[in-house]
């Protein structure tokens, strides 16, 4: 099979991060375009005709949208090196049950933390900070998500840590007076090559602010 390899992408997307660490993780060579949201490519919209979103993969012209079916498409082609996902089918299903997870409840809380004011932001700030309780359980006193090795939960929900510190200034909180232990693990994954690599999360923050000036939300 050839190698032929292209991420769609846009900088500040923690799902376009999941498929850069995948790849970063398997040694794979790849071409990276950064996408104009607000102006989308013509070759974005051709090779995710339906959602029309990033990350898209193009593996040989052949496109893979969608970014935790990105992560276990890399994790089978490059299947000789640093499996992400664990062989075993009870275990792997309950690594897509955490990454699911990740996506509806993490993700879902932390967005609405910047989106909302009073009420809202408060039941928002307490639903993500009991979300990441739920992730810490799971965690137990392992190193990673999937026990001692790096695997494809910590590839799911590592980059929403570059978006903590804009939940944090958007909320007027602290991640870690209430969960310390995901910040460790996070930590403990920075020290890897494939996820130094993530944006700052100051820069994601001026992103936000930017963001926030775009949508006219104060």
């Given at each position: 099979?050839?190698?032929?390899?292209?991420?769609?992408?846009?900088?500040?997307?923690?799902?376009?991060?999941?498929?850069?660490?995948?790849?970063?993780?398997?040694?794979?060579?790849?071409?990276?375009?950064?996408?104009?949201?607000?102006?989308?490519?013509?070759?974005?919209?051709?090779?995710?005709?339906?959602?029309?979103?990033?990350?898209?993969?193009?593996?040989?012209?052949?496109?893979?949208?969608?970014?935790?079916?990105?992560?276990?498409?890399?994790?089978?082609?490059?299947?000789?090196?640093?499996?992400?996902?664990?062989?075993?089918?009870?275990?792997?299903?309950?690594?897509?049950?955490?990454?699911?997870?990740?996506?509806?409840?993490?993700?879902?809380?932390?967005?609405?933390?910047?989106?909302?004011?009073?009420?809202?932001?408060?039941?928002?700030?307490?639903?993500?900070?009991?979300?990441?309780?739920?992730?810490?359980?799971?965690?137990?006193?392992?190193?990673?998500?999937?026990?001692?090795?790096?695997?494809?939960?910590?590839?799911?929900?590592?980059?929403?840590?570059?978006?903590?510190?804009?939940?944090?200034?958007?909320?007027?909180?602290?991640?870690?007076?209430?969960?310390?232990?995901?910040?460790?693990?996070a930590k403990r994954c920075?020290?890897?090559?494939?996820?130094?690599?993530?944006?700052?999360?100051?820069?994601?923050?001026?992103?936000?602010?930017?963001?926030?000036?775009?949508?006219?939300?104060?």
């Amino acid at each position: 099979m050839g190698n032929k390899a292209m991420l769609l992408d846009f900088w500040p997307s923690p799902f376009g991060m999941r498929t850069r660490i995948a790849l970063a993780e398997k040694g794979v060579k790849y071409e990276y375009k950064d996408e104009d949201l607000s102006n989308k490519s013509e070759l974005l919209l051709a090779m995710n005709p339906v959602h029309k979103k990033i990350p898209v993969f193009v593996h040989n012209n052949k496109p893979v949208c969608e970014s935790l079916i990105i992560v276990e498409y890399i994790d089978e082609v490059w299947s000789k090196d640093k499996p992400l996902l664990p062989s075993d089918p009870y275990l792997k299903a309950q690594a897509r049950f955490w990454a699911d997870f990740a996506d509806k409840k993490v993700y879902e809380s932390g967005a609405r933390i910047w989106k909302t004011k009073g009420e809202e932001q408060e039941k928002a700030k307490k639903d993500f900070i009991e979300n990441l309780t739920i992730l810490v359980q799971q965690l137990g006193d392992n190193p990673y998500f999937g026990g001692d090795t790096f695997g494809y939960v910590d590839v799911a929900i590592i980059p929403f840590y570059t978006w903590f510190y804009t939940f944090e200034m958007a909320g007027n909180f602290k991640v870690e007076e209430s969960c310390p232990k995901v910040i460790e693990w996070a930590k403990r994954c920075l020290q890897r090559e494939s996820v130094k690599a993530l944006p700052d999360p100051i820069k994601v923050y001026d992103f936000f602010l930017e963001l926030k000036k775009m949508l006219g939300i104060e």
